[in-house]
């Protein structure tokens, strides 16, 4: 990467632990480093309990006690985030860096009409007056194509359906003027129409802004419509990162495989059963010693068991963390 | 087609339901009907507050309609008795959406798939616990779980515990009100497996009403598709034909707002969509005119029925306007 520019986020081999089963701490989230350039939308992957809602409140330095970051470096636009004082790190949430967070039920003030919330974000991050503030806000508000924006600014939450609600926290994480938006299951609540809609809405706003997203997402169609480039995190580690092309054309990974194969659209409609994969992922602290994924992986050989296979370039772009892509080069290579 | 059609195991009828909300009365159902085959899957889909669960409810006779009719397995299923009506539950089953709120904490894995048979008196206690194990095997739950509780299972295992319980009396009928989509991926596709084995593998062939928003699940595993959009049925084919050629202009805005399989060029425009309409104050005329790219000024003033489309057999749709009519 010598002579490009920093990239405007850095992750460097970060660590988050949870208390374990017998209370002692174990890791949730073991060296996860990856970059993310300006205007680029990276969606992180996986199964549920893989950690991909730790890894994205760390990079605000939120991660909520008892879990805690023990080590790791998180740069911002060249600053060192976990070294900010308090303040800062204020005004780094919301203003620098936007949030939406996975459970939308709870992150607006249920006694404020969102039109006033939004003004405050942005009177806070942006110094403007109470009345610019108020005339950004429903700017914002049909920023995110919010129906009728005059009137609903006056609504409280509990007054609007959950498509509303969501773009609201949108309208909310991006009324400060970050250069990143990190969005942790954005679109899961709505409606396929609502949801083709908030997509459209964070492209727009990439190309328009340059803005960079961190979209944390189930849903591999979703990944399919926006991102740039793909994190695939299993049992606290990234497995596989790749450009979204080369992702879904020539996933590395058997996990990556694994996940695509069982989308039920990846299947035949006649077809008489959707491939499946086994069990489950790993709690932290009852993770295997080999790789994470060998229990379930269905092309696992002798190595994968002993060892952990660690991310390693594996061409046009891609990386991952699989023995099997030390093999083939031994197999070709007499 | 042959001269007379089978004789549907379930068939509704102009199912009408209001209630009651602080902004004034909500019209859930507007006229809803359908029939469900034996041994079929019909699948509801639709946007949210469409009115899916309450139609299900309906049928479950957890909620009672204003109007309208319910035949299941030829009898007046709104008109049974109490008595009759306990009777016959058996014959319907029924999964919702989050395993973790529909399965007694308190009790064991095993006392949660007997219970069905001990309350329609079926088998001896042995009996039952026998049966206990041997659905919780259908399932693909290993034996051990008959003595765990609910919150020693995953949402996946917890969500297979609740088939194994709604197919305990061998019902004819399963209600599945959106039974994979608090899922990963991973486990969705084992218990869509898993309800489509039972299905064909099950003595009693069940038929299944199942709710989805997931267009991709609904297309892989319904039979049958009706699409709901404000209280109504404004299309219902055969899923392939449904899918392959929508004629509701919501229908196709829903399909086409679908996310990709895999990455590349759109080769549909990307819906422009206004915010639905208000349940409390329905548009006049075709609920859907004010968001409708292809709305004539008829459908500001009349509600379209539901009419069996004249050029393909098997397909109703509800539109002044049609695509590919012209
Ligand atoms: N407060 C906590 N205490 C103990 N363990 C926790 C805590 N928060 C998270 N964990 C554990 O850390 C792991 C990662 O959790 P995380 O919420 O990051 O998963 P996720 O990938 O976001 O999952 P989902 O898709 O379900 O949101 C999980 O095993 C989870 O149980
Ligand atoms: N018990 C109730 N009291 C008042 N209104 C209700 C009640 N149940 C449903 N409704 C209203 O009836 C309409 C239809 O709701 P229903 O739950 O059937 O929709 P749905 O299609 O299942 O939606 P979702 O996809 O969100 O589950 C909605 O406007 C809803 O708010
Ligand atoms: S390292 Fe081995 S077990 Fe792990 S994914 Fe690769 S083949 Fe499977
Ligand atoms: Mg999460
Ligand atoms: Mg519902």
């Keep these: ?334 | 087609m042959s001269a007379s059609p089978p004789v549907p195991l379930l068939s509704v009828r102009d199912l009408h339901k209001t209630f009651a909300s602080r902004a004034g009365p909500v019209t859930a159902l507007h006229g809803v009907g359908f029939d469900l085959a034996a041994g079929s899957t019909l699948a509801l889909v639709g946007e949210s507050g469409s009115g899916k669960t309450t139609t299900a409810r309906v049928v479950l006779r957890l909620a009672t309609p204003d109007r309208g009719s319910v035949v299941f397995d030829g009898a007046d299923w709104l008109g049974l008795p109490a008595r009759e009506l306990n009777r016959r539950r058996r014959d319907v089953g029924v999964v919702f959406q989050d395993p973790a709120t529909s399965l007694d904490p308190r009790l064991t894995i095993g006392e949660i798939v007997a219970e069905p048979l001990a309350i329609h008196g079926i088998g001896a206690r042995a009996e039952r616990r026998a049966r206990a194990a041997a659905l919780v095997a259908s399932v693909e739950l290993p034996a051990s779980a008959l003595a765990r509780l609910p919150r020693e299972l995953s949402g996946g295992q917890r969500q297979r515990v609740a088939i194994a319980r709604a197919l305990a009396t061998e019902p004819r009928l399963v209600v599945l009100d959106e039974p994979v989509s608090a899922l990963d991926v991973s486990v969705r596709s084992q218990i869509l497996n898993l309800l489509r084995d039972l299905q064909r593998g099950a003595p009693s062939r069940p038929a299944y009403l199942f709710i989805g928003h997931d267009l991709s699940v609904v297309r892989w595993i319904a039979d049958r598709t009706a699409v709901m959009y404000m209280g109504r049925i404004v299309e219902e084919a055969p899923t392939p034909v449904l899918f392959a050629s929508p004629r509701h202009p919501y229908t196709a805005l829903l399909l086409a707002s679908r996310p990709r399989e895999t990455p590349g060029p759109r080769s549909l425009p990307r819906p422009v969509l206004t915010e639905p309409p208000s349940p409390v104050d329905p548009p006049p005329g075709c609920p859907f005119h004010p968001r409708c790219a292809f709305a004539r000024p008829v459908c500001a003033q009349e509600m379209p029925a539901l009419v069996s489309d004249p050029t393909e057999s098997g397909r109703s749709v509800a539109c002044h306007a049609p695509l590919g009519d012209d």
């Design chain 1, 1 to 334: 990467m010598s002579g490009a520019a920093a990239p405007l986020l850095s992750v460097h081999a970060l660590t988050i632990a949870v208390p374990g089963p017998s209370g002692e701490e174990v890791p949730a989230v073991d060296a996860v480093s990856f970059d993310i350039g300006a205007g680029e939308i990276v969606a992180l992957v996986g199964e549920s309990g893989c950690g991909k809602t730790l890894t994205s409140l760390a990079l605000v330095d939120l991660v909520p006690p008892p879990v805690r970051l023990i080590s790791g470096d998180v740069f911002f636009a060249g600053r060192d985030v976990r070294a900010l004082p308090a303040r800062e790190k204020e005004r780094l949430r919301g203003g620098g860096i936007g949030l939406v967070f996975q459970e939308p039920a709870t992150a607006l003030d249920p006694v404020r009409t969102i039109g006033r919330e939004l003004a405050e974000v942005i009177e806070r991050h942006r110094g403007l007056s109470r009345k610019a503030a108020a005339v950004e806000a429903e700017r914002w508000l049909k920023r995110v194509s919010l129906p009728d924006p005059g009137r609903q600014r006056n609504a409280f939450p509990h007054q609007l359906s959950g498509g509303m609600r969501q773009r609201a926290l949108l309208a909310l994480a991006l009324a400060g003027g970050p250069r990143l938006l990190v969005a942790d299951e954005p679109t899961a609540a709505l409606d396929v129409t609502v949801q083709a809609q908030v997509l459209g809405l964070l492209l727009a706003l990439r190309d328009e802004l340059s803005l960079a997203v961190l979209l944390v997402t189930h849903d591999l169609g979703v990944v399919a419509e926006v991102a740039d480039r793909v994190l695939v995190m299993y049992a606290g580690e990234i497995v596989e990162s790749a450009p979204v092309n080369e992702l879904f054309a020539r996933p590395r990974h058997p996990y990556t495989r694994a996940l695509l194969g069982a989308r039920p659209g990846s299947a035949p409609p006649d077809s008489a059963r959707l491939s499946a994969l086994r069990g489950a992922v790993p709690e932290p602290g009852r993770r295997p010693p080999g790789c994470s994924f060998e229990p379930r992986c269905g092309e696992a050989f002798g190595r994968c068991v002993a060892a952990r296979p660690i991310l390693v370039p594996a061409g046009a772009g891609t990386e991952a963390a699989c023995f099997l892509l030390d093999r083939v080069p031994q197999v070709r290579v007499p």
